[in-house]
């Protein structure tokens, strides 16, 4: 087979090194892969992957290097070997700082480093629904651009190595706090014989509907200004003591409405009261 596009490397066949590799195949890269567990390869081998004996050999086979595991310690275990004019993409899991003090490493023994984070599921990468966040200098992003394009749709954050990681702990925290809520408010509607779902579409309703209110939200919290457009926090905080005291007498956990509600108090007792519920922000801020 003659091949066009560039060759790569991915060290680490998980759920989503494997998804990864599959990608890179797909799109007509030479693709080298390595992975603790060898039989893991078995599937990209056949569908033409290599399979290298040892981290060093994986890296020493392509310009560009991409590591998934487990985290970043396990990074440093496998990154053997000279890393001159090799490219590491790190998208495994982990903290700003240990993002920044792998990427002085990189840095240390010859290679560039840009930081990532998949904003998807196995399945979906390799398609333009697979968002890639990465964060590093902008100049090896983009050198890498097309070859990473092969993953999905790529979003360059800045060139802190440690930015991607940020966002994705801000993400998570949406992300649980979305999934918290519906969980909550299924088990709230549990108690009326209310299925989780038949819920769904009054849930989907209001997820789009606070989506919606995004924009102008960031836009007070970047300006520290907190209009109360839509009800203030003191309107808030009495819908708020209703849940905590329906969900007691429907014998359903409170301390979540409980969280939100001693937060809304917090940001009354600050001054706040009158203003939006964007104030909060200000509770979020604090140790």
């Known amino acids: 087979?003659?091949?066009?596009?560039p060759p790569v490397t991915v060290l680490?066949?998980?759920l989503m090194g494997g998804a990864l590799a599959g990608a890179f195949?797909?799109?007509?890269?030479p693709t080298t892969v390595w992975n603790r567990t060898s039989a893991k390869a078995d599937d990209l081998v056949a569908r033409g992957a290599t399979l290298a004996e040892s981290p060093a050999a994986a890296i020493a086979a392509a310009p560009l290097v991409v590591v998934c595991v487990s985290d970043y310690?396990?990074?440093m275990n496998v990154l053997e070997g000279p890393l001159d004019d090799r490219v590491v993409v790190n998208l495994t899991s982990g903290t700003p700082s240990r993002a920044r003090e792998l990427a002085e490493e990189v840095v240390?023994?010859?290679?560039g480093y840009l930081d990532g984070?998949?904003?998807?599921?196995?399945?979906?990468?390799?398609?333009?629904d697979a968002v890639l966040a990465y964060s590093g200098p902008r100049s090896l992003y983009d050198a890498q651009k097309s070859a990473l394009g092969s993953l999905g749709t790529g979003l360059h954050l800045g060139d802190d190595p440690g930015l991607s990681a940020t966002h994705e702990m801000a993400t998570l925290v949406l992300m649980w706090s979305m999934l918290d809520g519906f969980l909550n408010g299924a088990a709230i509607l549990g108690s009326a014989g209310v299925?989780?779902?038949?819920?769904?579409?009054?849930?989907r309703t209001a997820i789009d509907m606070v989506a919606g209110w995004l924009p102008g939200y960031a836009r007070q919290a970047d300006d520290g200004v907190y209009p109360a457009d839509d009800g203030t926090v003191n309107t808030h905080l009495t819908a708020m003591r209703q849940v905590v005291e329906e969900s007691e007498v429907l014998g359903v956990n409170s301390e979540l409405p409980r969280l939100v509600m001693a937060l809304a108090e917090r940001a009354?007792?600050?001054?706040?009261?009158?203003?939006g519920y964007v104030a909060l922000v200000e509770q979020f801020r604090k140790r």
């Open 1 to 5: 087979m003659m091949h066009t596009a």
């Open 12 to 14: 680490g066949l998980g």
């Open 25 to 29: 195949l797909r799109a007509g890269h």
């Open 73 to 75: 310690d396990a990074v």
């Open 108 to 111: 240390r023994r010859g290679g």
């Open 117 to 128: 984070g998949v904003m998807a599921v196995p399945e979906a990468v390799g398609t333009a």
């Open 195 to 203: 299925s989780a779902t038949a819920y769904l579409p009054v849930a």
């Open 268 to 275: 009354a007792t600050a001054g706040h009261g009158g203003s």
